[in-house]
């Protein structure tokens, strides 16, 4: 086990490794100048050349990307060619906001995983019915649900849900910007509440998606497991259906659920952005497309590097949990 | 109650629909069984007999493509067949199964003790019900997952596992046709004697009549959904009265079968031997070697025998290759190791120990050996398939025409996509023999040679999957010898096919041997069928040739202790 | 995103397994035949569409933010009196074909590299997966995110982005493929024959692995759609006026709440594309592990 996760380990620092260099890449090829995106079209000779070693661009290629790399692994990404700030600064208000909304997608994309799967495989016309919603679910996009849900729960229930901003109090100020858990560490129910309800909409838009996917793959699992030989030998020895399913089927199909939900929240982080746009929440995702607007490669690279990271580590933490789970994993 | 059946089923038809078809699977089917006894129900594939299995057990599926009349009675219990709810309280209590595939019939997540403890009540009663199946260190094997024991032990845990409730009536569904021969022979003895101490009933559905004789009081056998003849084990056996029930037992290759005819009822009549031809030919001592280089022996000297034989004269492209004073394929001190990693170890399996042997000119030599003895490896070097680490294997011939291979599966060794004619014209265009050939030549080629291994022109434009099982093993076999190699290498082609089936098929492979003059290297596990093919046969264990009997005296002369463990194994 | 990578492989093995091959018209059921009939009617929408609708997609041809069914406008105008109807339809002709040539390119890129590798095998194999697994671990809508915006704001540059996230899939399944195949006793059989080299790759091994590739590849369209709209949606499409939908959804979020056809009606459209080619090609895959020739 332990070998296990020294290997995880090693290749996770590679994969930071060539991420860092991919995206650094990105930022030489970039086909916008970033000193005149920094200092304006019109400024003066002197200025441009202040601004070139004020970015550091006067280094040779390879000193820029060990500056780049020393600077990312202390949580310095340079200044933003828009703000003319610190990227850093800005970002550490935002990633709480996107890990907080991403931590409730994930629970809410398990919640609806584990209660539809049940519904998808049934035989019949329902099941056929089951399996087109299904479908139509998975085929929209995250934006789509987002506008219909602020449609209905705004809109047209005439605000029974807030459809914009993470709370209608703003951050305490020594709070972990995450609002919810801030709200019950300064024990104030109200503020709490309204945390919550401002995550409702933006949570389900992010998770319908990969809450389908999950209930796909947990129902083609457990009917698998049910129709595998083993299954036949559990109901030779008299087992009923119920049993079978809890006691066998479940626990075969949970394993590639588990790796299924590694690989959905990675693609959650991204969906996130989206859905951050719709319902102006204040995280990354918003971060990168008020970035990509205004073509501020430095900040793009940033908010790429810090959810690719997310991503990475993300996936070996559930690497390394299914091999604690299931010892076959560790041999291959 | 005591005297009635355990079992009894009467007049019990299954039919299955799907995609517009109905389709027989088991008509008008009654039987009975008393505690205590064994009652084999014996067919080929598709005879409906694991059918029968099922729905003893009320385990066909309640979903509308299957149904059933008749009537099931167990324990005394009436029960109508698939949808009867008190098949519920039935199934687990009164009947329980052991099945045929070991590797999956257990739940991979879970150690064998949680699995038994359930069904035994305590850990102390499940090490008790290991011990009954003869496993020694039962407290180990009950914290062990399913992955980590051998086939046999897995057997073996589900014969416990489906003892547990003491069930009155057990269904051996071809308990061990995926097993070992020796660890087959086992398995029954452990089933056997477990069967005894609990005295409960027994349907043991299998497709051996050998498995059946040696575990069963009485057989019925069944052929396309019927029972064709029923009685006492013995009698079943020694005076079969029904024709299939006769052809079944005449395809049974033991140690005792006659080497010098065809086996059962054969589609080629008869096999000419190289003595009959030279007999025949009045000319017992002739030097065929010399005698074919000077001109002396043709094909047309095997024009008198049989009408069969006569068919291969017409093989004009037919050389005969090697010579008689060099073997055709020598075999010197071949090494094969195979590394893995386990746990980021080295873990080296020496599946090949300085390995050395050889087949003469016409000569057929049979490897012996169970799973993992390292002769199908050996094959897989001589067919050029893989390459030894060390050591040399050399085959006579012109260059592609040194060795060809009949694979186990011979559906799968056809490319599913390519017609026949164009699979063996490949063959043909990579040989020397092939080189200049029009496509007109290579498809006259072709075609004897399928009227050769018995199929005719209609196959020629078929692909593989339209094929039964025995015509794919045919055109397997004539793609391999259409250029006739010095030396067929055969791995196991006959144990995926049922019994007749695979007789044909050794019968053939004895007739090519004679009739295109190759050498034979034929690898298996199943002794028999080694006698009846071989004249030598050398048995392999754990990667090295321990023995090499001459195969007519198979039973008397062998001597190592393995080698008596796969005679005793052959079930007779 | 809910039709990822993976879980399409996954599907993709569970087909194969089956070992399918020929398919038939008739044994599709009603469900998968109007799935496919839906497919057929967007792409000719998608053909033709753009030529017969009466505006154009990008003059205004009416008043600001119409509702639909007013004026002419049979799903309203947008924020510069565009015709919707028309810029939808010319969208989805646009989505359409750059989802087809990013599948298209990234099955092809894929498909040689997989071959090379599983076929030569070596130390070409090692380095080439090596390569493909760094891409595969890397996060790929950030990735393509990342790429699409350092080129510059445009369709083709999501495109760039979104291939080279996408063909390391092909290639890993590519790769997998031959080398299952070239394991199996039929490729065995035909190089005991005497089969070898392109022959033997061209003849026995690339026939097996065609349809893998195509189901695969039929089933990744929607996804394919989808993740395109969600990059244009953040801004990484070419801008108004061009009649993108993802872009053209964002846009319209600024007057959502009183003009909602902007941007609920692209979104829609988006959603009707990925579902037609999402059911399709299950269907697809159904019948094939059905048919299981």
């Keep these: 086990m332990l070998t296990f996760v020294a290997k995880r380990l090693g290749s996770l620092v590679v994969v930071l490794f060539f991420l860092t260099l991919l995206v650094f890449t990105l930022g030489k090829v970039a086909d916008s100048d970033p000193v005149r995106t920094y200092v304006g079209v019109n400024a003066s000779a002197e200025a441009v050349e202040a601004a070139r070693e004020e970015l550091g661009l006067d280094d040779s290629i390879p000193v820029q990307f060990g500056n780049f790399v020393a600077g990312a692994v202390q949580g310095d990404f340079g200044i933003s060619l828009a703000s003319k700030r610190p990227i850093a600064d800005e970002l550490s208000t935002r990633l709480p906001a996107t890990l907080e909304l991403a931590g409730w997608a994930l629970a809410l994309t398990v919640v609806i995983g584990v209660s539809l799967s049940a519904l998808y495989s049934r035989p019949g016309k329902f099941g056929a019915f089951m399996r087109f919603v299904f479908f139509s679910a998975a085929s929209a996009p995250s934006f789509l649900i987002a506008m219909l849900s602020v449609l209905v729960f705004y809109k047209w229930l005439d605000g029974a849900l807030p459809a914009a901003g993470r709370s209608s109090y703003g951050p305490y100020d020594d709070g972990t910007g995450f609002y919810v858990l801030d709200g019950i560490l300064h024990g104030s129910p109200t503020y709490t509440g309204d945390a919550i309800a401002h995550l409702i909409l933006p949570a389900l838009a992010a998770s319908v998606g990969s809450g389908v996917a999950l209930a796909r793959v947990l129902a083609d699992g457990i009917s698998s497991s049910l129709t595998s030989p083993w299954a036949r030998t559990a109901r030779s020895l008299g087992e009923r259906e119920g049993t079978v399913l809890r006691r066998h089927a479940l626990r075969n199909a949970s394993s590639p659920a588990l790796s299924l939900l590694a690989v959905q929240a990675g693609f959650m982080v991204s969906s996130l952005v989206v859905v951050e746009q719709v319902f102006s929440w204040n995280g990354l995702g918003s971060y990168l497309s008020g970035a990509i607007g205004v073509g501020d490669f430095p900040a793009i690279a940033a908010v790429c590097l810090i959810l690719g990271a997310v991503y990475v580590i993300l996936n070996t933490l559930v690497d390394v949990a299914l091999a604690a789970v299931d010892p076959r994993v560790r041999l291959t | ?572 | 995103m809910p039709f990822s990578r993976k879980s399409t492989l996954e599907k993709i093995e569970k087909a194969q397994q089956s070992g399918a091959r020929d398919t038939a018209w008739s044994a599709l059921g009603v469900g998968e035949k109007l799935s496919l009939i839906g497919v057929g009617v967007i792409v000719l929408i998608a053909l033709v569409g753009p030529a017969v609708m009466p505006y154009s997609p990008i003059i205004p041809s009416g008043g600001q933010l119409e509702p639909p069914l007013s004026s002419g406008h049979v799903l309203g105008t947008d924020v510069l009196g565009m015709d919707m109807a028309t810029r939808l339809v010319a969208g989805m002709q646009r989505s359409l074909f750059a989802a087809l040539v990013v599948t298209l390119v990234s099955a092809a890129i894929g498909t040689l590299i997989g071959v090379a590798a599983g076929f030569k095998g070596g130390w070409l194999d090692t380095a080439l997966m090596r390569f493909t697994d760094l891409f595969l671990a890397f996060p790929a809508m950030i990735i393509a995110m990342a790429i699409a915006a350092a080129i510059g704001q445009s369709l083709g540059s999501a495109m760039i982005g979104i291939i080279v996230v996408w063909w390391p899939l092909y290639a890993r399944l590519v790769r997998g493929e031959v080398r299952r195949v070239v394991a199996l006793p039929h490729v065995q059989a035909a190089r005991v024959s005497g089969v070898k080299g392109w022959r033997l790759l061209w003849r026995h091994v690339i026939p097996a692995i065609t349809p893998t590739v195509v189901v695969t590849a039929s089933l990744d369209i929607g996804a394919v759609v989808m993740t395109l709209a969600a990059l244009s949606f953040i801004g990484l499409g070419t801008p108004a006026p061009a009649p993108e939908l993802g872009r053209m959804a964002s846009d319209g979020m600024k007057y959502f709440l009183n003009a909602w056809w902007v941007a609920v009606l692209p979104s829609v459209v988006i959603g009707l594309l990925a579902f037609a080619f999402n059911y399709a090609g299950d269907a697809i895959r159904v019948v094939l592990r059905r048919t299981g020739v």
């Design chain 2, 1 to 572: 109650m005591a005297d009635s059946p355990v079992l009894t089923v009467s007049d019990l038809t299954v039919t299955y629909r799907g995609r517009g078809r109905v389709v027989t699977a088991v008509s008008d089917v009654s039987l009975a069984i008393d505690a205590g006894r064994c009652l084999g129900l014996v067919g080929e594939s598709g005879s409906g007999k694991s059918t029968i299995g099922a729905a003893v057990q009320g385990i066909i599926p309640a979903d509308g493509k299957a149904e059933a009349t008749g009537r099931i009675s167990i324990a005394g219990r009436d029960l109508t067949p698939i949808t009867d709810p008190a098949w519920a309280k039935v199934r687990g209590a009164d009947v329980t199964s052991v099945f045929q595939d070991p590797m999956r019939s257990l739940d991979p997540t879970m150690t064998i003790g949680r699995m038994l403890n359930r069904y035994t009540g305590s850990a102390e009663a499940s090490v008790a019900a290991l011990e009954r199946v003869q496993i020694r260190r039962a407290g180990e094997v009950l914290k062990k997952y399913p992955h980590q024991l051998s086939g046999g032990m897995r057997q073996r845990v589900m014969i416990a596992l489906a003892l547990a409730p003491g069930p009155r009536l057990l269904i051996a569904d071809e308990p061990t046709t995926a097993l070992d021969v020796s660890v087959q022979a086992e398995v029954l003895s452990v089933l056997r004697e477990s069967i005894e101490d609990a005295g409960c009933a027994v349907l043991f559905v299998t497709h051996d009549l050998g498995v059946a004789r040696h575990m069963c009081d009485d057989i019925a056998v069944m052929k396309d959904g019927v029972v064709v003849e029923a009685g006492p084990a013995e009698d079943v056996i020694a005076r079969p009265t029904d024709a299939y029930t006769r052809r079944l037992m005449a395809s049974r290759i033991t140690l005792d079968t006659d080497r010098a005819r065809p086996v059962g009822a054969p589609e080629v009549a008869v096999v000419a031997s190289m003595e009959d031809v030279l007999t025949q030919l009045e000319r017992p001592e002739l030097d065929v070697a010399a005698a074919w280089q000077s001109g002396d022996l043709t094909w047309d000297a095997f024009a008198g025998p049989t009408a069969a034989v006569g068919a291969a004269t017409g093989l004009d492209h037919v050389t005969l290759v090697g010579h008689v004073t060099r073997p055709s394929l020598a075999v010197n001190e071949v090494n094969k190791t195979y590394s893995t990693r386990v746990r980021g170890r080295r873990v080296d399996n020496h599946v090949l120990k300085d390995v050395s042997f050889e087949i003469g000119y016409r000569e057929a030599v049979a490897l012996v050996g169970e799973s993992g003895s390292g002769k199908s490896t050996l094959l897989r070097i001589a067919g050029g398939i893989e390459t030894a680490d060390t050591g040399v294997v050399n085959a006579q011939g012109v260059a592609g025409e040194g060795t060809q291979v009949i694979f186990q599966d011979a559906g799968a060794s056809l490319t599913p996509w390519r017609t026949v004619e164009e699979l063996l014209r490949e063959r043909i265009e990579h040989t020397a023999t092939g080189k200049g050939k029009t496509r007109a030549e290579m498809r006259a080629m072709a075609l004897s040679t399928l009227e050769l291994v018995g199929l005719d022109e209609s196959v020629l434009a078929a692909r593989p999957t339209q094929l039964s099982g025995g015509q794919q093993q045919r055109v397997a076999i004539a793609r391999a010898v259409v250029v006739p190699p010095s030396v067929l290498l055969c791995d196991e082609p006959t144990s995926a096919l049922d019994v007749s089936v695979a007789c044909s098929v050794l019968n053939l492979i004895n007739l090519l041997r004679h009739s295109l003059g190759i050498s034979i290297m034929f690898v298996t596990h199943d002794l028999a069928a080694a006698r009846l093919i071989a004249d030598r046969v050398l048995v392999m264990t754990g990667g090295e040739i321990v023995e090499t009997v001459p195969a007519e005296r198979l039973a008397q002369d062998i001597t190592t202790d393995y080698g008596r463990r796969l005679v005793d194994a052959v079930l007779a």
